[in-house]
Antibody, heavy 117, light 111 residues
Framework: QVQLVQSGAEVKKPGASVKVSCKVS????????MHWVRQAPGKGLEWMGG????????IYAQKFQGRVTMTEDTSTDTAYMELSSLRSEDTAVYYC??????????WGQGTTVTVSS | QSVLTQPPSASGTPGQRVTISCSGS????????VNWYQQLPGTAPKLLIY???QRPSGVPDRFSGSKSGTSASLAISGLQSEDEADYYC????????????FGGGTKLTVL
């Protein structure tokens, strides 16, 4: 079965960038559609973007366009999410998850990103 | 403010049946399927219901989903203490370039 293992917690200063990784096992990355979802402390889930197989491309939520980049390294079956120009409101747990559009059936354990001066 | 609207809280006693609603619009629930997630404290979300009313393998049949028009519901029968969690609805939204939209979440308390 698919397993997703994410990189460890990060502490960043405002204005910096963060790159979170998500290592796939049990399947190859090319067989999956990867999404990224974040959750601010005490808040709900927020979709950041993901691969839409119907369009064959990665779609970014409008809120994050220009600031987020999602990439994949198929040689290591690892997906990456990079968020730039960090601000305090970006402090959150970031999850990778696989599935079709809004149906995400496997999730990573989450990566805490703290933005603080 | 979330695109999909859920009540912030719900509660019930063990053995009871509770329902959680999720209201959207024609661009999301009205034209796409609804999914439900359960998030236990300190853990990643878990897919509970997909395609409006389908349960992934391993999800008890106490959990059921339904959809009508631009609204959906999650029902939990035979409520158990371990069902105490946050529940989120989600759907694809056809507006703009497409998005996954979530409800704000409902905290279920088992009294």
């Amino acid at each position: 079965q698919v397993q997703l293992v994410q990189s460890g917690a990060e502490v960043k200063k405002p204005g910096a960038s963060v790159k979170v990784s998500c290592k796939v096992s049990g399947y190859t990355l090319t067989e999956l559609s990867m999404h990224w979802v974040r959750q601010a402390p005490g808040k709900g889930l927020e979709w950041m973007g993901g691969f839409d197989p119907e369009d064959g491309e990665t779609i970014y939520a409008q809120k994050f366009q220009g600031r987020v980049t999602m990439t994949e390294d198929t040689s290591t079956d690892t997906a990456y999410m990079e968020l730039s120009s960090l601000r305090s409101e970006d402090t959150a747990v970031y999850y990778c998850a696989t599935g079709q559009r809004a149906s995400m059936d496997v999730w990573g354990q989450g990566t805490t990103v703290t933005v603080s001066s | 403010q979330s695109v999909l609207t859920q009540p912030p809280s719900a509660s019930g006693t063990p053995g009871q049946r509770v329902t959680i609603s999720c209201s959207g619009s024609s661009s999301n629930i009205g034209s796409n399927t609804v999914n439900w997630y359960q998030q236990l404290p300190g853990t990643a979300p878990k897919l509970l219901i997909y395609s409006n009313n389908q349960r992934p393998s391993g999800v008890p049949d106490r959990f059921s989903g339904s959809k009508s028009g631009t609204s959906a519901s999650l029902a939990i029968s035979g409520l158990q203490s371990e069902d105490e969690a946050d529940y989120y609805c989600a759907a694809w939204d056809d507006s703009l370039n497409g998005d996954v939209v979530f409800g704000g979440g409902t905290k279920l308390t088992v009294l």
